[in-house]
Every structure is written in structure tokens, then in C-alpha cells.
């Protein structure tokens, strides 16, 4: 029982309250950090639950029916978090991705959208507004989503396969449901629709062939994710890792690709095209090829806490100001305090050193603050 718990026992021990800043950050206007790269990109939990266990993000020996999911009143409301992304936005974030655990699985997740897709840019244009999904619920949500204004999604699907489908959701969840959401986010106008894949070595690299047989020529985006070490419960080792640069000789030694360049600035996908003109393939190389560099995301868990990476180990309390009274220039202050201190480069300096940094607090769980 104690294992089971640390992982959320010990975020919690590790959340001093967050203070303003001495020094005022203005209300709006762009930032940048201490490595000068500015927020662009908002990637906002919902829940912290989701109705798969796949061994990478939740694995079901330490999500099991004992572990503690937070409570109702711990999440923000729908208005906090809009009033929260209304200042980021006005700091300069263009995207907002809503992710979860699973996303739908928040109920009335059509409200929030809503009012999230009345928000403004400094731009005076709408936010790019996604959300990321098992695909689960989506053929039943599809439609209501997209009534609600949101404008696209991500799947995630780790093989057309399904007897390894439901191995690695290990929920027993049939990988036909999973295309049928696909298909009516297809149907509702939520595209370009993005497929990602994360790849195991020994698990489901066979896999990836299938994949992208599949996928071409249907206007979905492919894209192939390195298995990376977020969190401390999913058993990640080096060996497991099956290098993009890898995966993508595969694909070409059947179907020619060749490369995209990126359609802006921080994206984290290397682009590629079928040279037939058959579609888009993408791959993420968290672990062998590190985009820290130019990074522009920020991330708000389901309980107000802001992160600045997804290998952080420590958040800073927003749900703390919010409800202790904070105007919205005292947050947009304390918001813009946080990002300018910013340099987190967790992936480069793994890189470095060929493997996880072992020295630290424990990192935040995927499940809890969204890929």
C-alpha cells in the first residue's frame, strides 16, 4: 500500500506555496525564460484518471483499484482553468491543449471547451485548441466536441494489432473502438486528426509497418514517439528504446519519405512526408535527439500546479493564488515570475549522459499532467 501511494504522496511534499514576485511581471505582454524561449504552447490536464493502464504511462501494479485518484474539490473548476489559460494567453500562448489521464472522462468537458474557445490571443485570433485522447469515448463525443469549438484531436494507438492492443492497454480494450472514434472525429471536422504511437522495443515495434500501411493516404498524421522515462512507475530502461532514426529506415525501406520542415517554431515532431504523396509522417526522439532548445510548452496539472517540463519533479501552485483571492494581475505576475526563472533542459542533459539522471526527487507521473 505505501508504494502504491508515493508517487502523489510525495508531489505533494514537494509544493511550497508560490509567491509574488517583488518585482512586478507586467499583466500581459510576451516572455521568454532564462534561455530565451518563449511561451507559446499550454497543455492543460482535466483529470487525473483514465480507463487504461498501459504499462509506459499507468501501469495497473501501481494504478491498481487501491491507488487514491484526487478528490472533486481538489480540481480546478472549469472557471478557474479559463480564467488561468485567459492569462497565459494574454503572456503570449497561442495552442491549448486540453490531456489528462483521459481527457474525456471529465464530465461536461464540452463547457469548458466552450469557454475556451471564446478566449482571444494577443492576436485578437482564437487558440489553437486540441485535446489529446484514448479515443475511448470519442465516437460517442465527437460531435458535441466540435458543436463545442474544438477545433482538432491527437489518438493515441499503439498497434492495429489488437490482441497486442489490448496487451498494452492492458484493460482488455478492443483496438476497432479505438477506429471507429477516429472515424467520427473524421466525420465531426476534427482534423487534421494526429495518430501517436509509442514505441517499445520488444513490445509492439512490428507493429509500426502496419501502422503506416494503414494510415496512408488518409489525411491522418502518423506519428512514431520514443518510449521515454517521465514518472518513476513505468519501468523505463534504455534497452527498451527503439531510436526514431531507427524506426524511420524501416518505414523507408518500403515506402520512401522525405523531410518537412517544421510548421513552427517548437514543434515537437521531426516531419516527414511519403514521397508518393501519400501523407505526413512524424517522429518524436524525446530520448535520442533532445528539442529542449527551443521548447515553449507549459503545463497545468488538474489541481492548479504549473510545470515547466514534463520530467519536472516539482510544480508551483496557481490553485493556491487563485483561491486565496489573487487578481488576475497578481497571477499574470506570478505566472510570468515562474517562466522567466524557467531553464529546464532535462532531456539534454540526459542525453548527455546516456542515461536518466538518478540523483533527485521523484519526477511527475505523465498520467498527471498530460504527455
Known amino acids: 500500500m505505501a508504494e502504491r501511494s508515493i508517487p502523489l504522496v510525495d508531489w505533494r511534499q514537494t509544493r511550497p506555496a508560490l509567491r509574488l514576485p517583488d518585482v512586478p511581471v507586467p499583466a500581459t505582454g510576451l516572455i521568454g525564460d532564462r ?57 503570449g500562448v497561442r495552442k491549448i491543449r486540453l490531456t489528462g489521464g483521459e481527457p474525456l472522462l471529465r464530465k461536461g468537458l464540452e463547457t469548458l471547451i466552450a469557454q475556451l474557445a471564446a478566449l482571444r490571443t494577443v492576436d485578437g485570433e482564437a487558440p489553437d485548441l486540441t485535446l489529446t485522447t ?23 494507438l499503439d498497434g492495429l494489432d489488437d490482441a497486442t492492443f489490448r496487451r498494452m492497454n492492458d484493460v482488455d480494450f478492443p483496438v476497432a473502438d479505438v477506429l471507429a472514434g477516429i472515424e467520427a472525429a473524421r466525420a465531426a471536422g476534427l482534423a487534421p486528426i494526429k495518430v501517436n504511437m509509442v514505441v517499445k522495443r520488444g513490445t509492439n515495434e512490428q507493429e509500426i509497418l502496419p501502422m503506416v500501411r494503414h494510415f496512408r493516404g488518409s489525411g491522418v498524421a502518423l506519428r512514431f514517439i520514443e518510449y521515454m ?67 515553449n510548452r507549459a503545463r497545468l496539472s488538474t489541481e492548479g500546479q504549473l510545470y515547466l517540463c514534463l520530467f519536472a519533479s516539482q510544480g508551483h501552485d496557481l490553485r493556491g493564488l487563485l483561491r486565496q483571492g489573487a487578481s488576475d494581475a497578481d497571477l499574470a ?35 498527471y499532467i498530460g504527455g
Open 35 to 91: 534561455l530565451g524561449r518563449p511561451l507559446r504552447d499550454l497543455r492543460i490536464s482535466v483529470t487525473d484518471r483514465c480507463n487504461f493502464r498501459c504499462s509506459y504511462c499507468m501501469p495497473k501494479e501501481v494504478f491498481d483499484k487501491h491507488h487514491v485518484f484526487l478528490p472533486q474539490r481538489e480540481l480546478l473548476s472549469f472557471e478557474e482553468i479559463t480564467r488561468l489559460a485567459r492569462i497565459f494567453l494574454a503572456h
Open 134 to 156: 484514448n479515443a475511448s469515448l470519442l465516437a460517442r463525443k465527437a460531435q458535441a466536441l466540435k458543436d463545442a469549438g474544438l477545433q482538432r484531436v491527437t489518438v493515441s
Open 333 to 367: 505576475s506570478a505566472i510570468g515570475a515562474v517562466w522567466q526563472a524557467r531553464e529546464d533542459r532535462y532531456s539534454e542533459r540526459r542525453s548527455q549522459g546516456g542515461e536518466a539522471p538518478a540523483e533527485g526527487p521523484r519526477r511527475v507521473e505523465m498520467s
Open 229 to 295: 522515462d517521465v514518472g518513476a512507475t513505468n519501468g523505463w530502461k534504455m534497452d527498451e528504446v527503439l531510436p526514431s532514426a531507427e524506426v524511420r529506415a524501416r518505414i523507408a525501406a518500403e515506402f520512401p519519405l522525405q523531410p518537412l520542415v517544421a510548421s513552427q517554431p517548437g514543434e515537437t515532431a521531426e516531419r516527414w512526408a511519403h514521397a508518393d504523396g501519400a501523407g505526413e509522417i512524424g517522429f518524436i526522439s524525446s530520448v535520442t535527439q533532445a528539442f529542449c532548445g527551443d521548447c
